[in-house]
């Protein structure tokens, strides 16, 4: 859609929007990309202060662990941003057992409190075939009848792309037969 009917839109939906009015007990869980929300830490506090329970979704620390990868503004964002959700959290929420230890670790050599830490599973581990069949367009179908390779993710340095890259030319230079697309 064009941005200005994107933007209208959402005026649209501000303008029906009815105060949130949070209660002692309430449970308040961020599953979204937090670090770079102005003001957080302050929501939180006032949350705190009204006696909310706060959890939040943390898929990893990758900026904090390995910030070589990262822009360094990105990584003083984030940074910034876990260290606010650890200082207010009632419990954590993350995607394996990797991230799990990351953010025991985290916390401990920080000095932040112990929060209890969750895992919830990705769909993908949950999902299953579809019943019956399936819509699906005419060049999905094409590719759907060949040998292929779905790679979905940002292209960047530390999700590997070149990796892959290379994976296709070593193939191609060996002569190998049936390349999948």
């Known amino acids: 859609a064009a941005r200005a009917v994107v933007v209208s839109g959402l ?3 501000r303008r029906r929007a009815l105060p949130c009015v949070v209660r002692p007990r309430d449970i308040f869980v961020i599953v979204g990309a ?3 929300v102005r003001g957080m830490g302050r929501l939180l506090q ?3 202060n009204a006696d909310v329970t706060i959890g939040v979704l943390i898929h990893d620390v990758l900026p904090i662990d390995a910030p070589e990868y990262f822009e360094a503004r990105a990584t003083k964002i984030f940074v910034k941003g876990v260290f606010e959700v650890l200082t207010f959290a009632d419990f954590i929420l993350t995607t394996s057992e990797y991230n799990k230890a990351s953010l025991a670790r985290l ?5 932040f409190n112990r ?7 990705l769909a993908r581990e949950r999902a299953h075939g579809a019943p019956g069949a399936v ?3 005419p060049s999905v179908q094409r590719i759907l009848e060949t040998d292929y390779v779905l790679c979905v993710g940002t292209i960047e340095v530390r999700k590997n792309p070149g990796y892959l890259f290379n994976i296709w030319k070593l193939m191609v230079q060996s002569g190998r037969a049936n390349i999948p697309n």
Do not use: I, N, Y
């Open 107 to 111: 916390m401990a050599t920080q000095g």
């Open 115 to 121: 929060v209890p830490v969750h895992l919830v599973p």
């Open 11 to 13: 005026r649209a939906l």
């Open 46 to 48: 006032r949350l705190k």
């Open 34 to 36: 937090f670090w770079p």
């Open 135 to 137: 819509d699906v367009s």
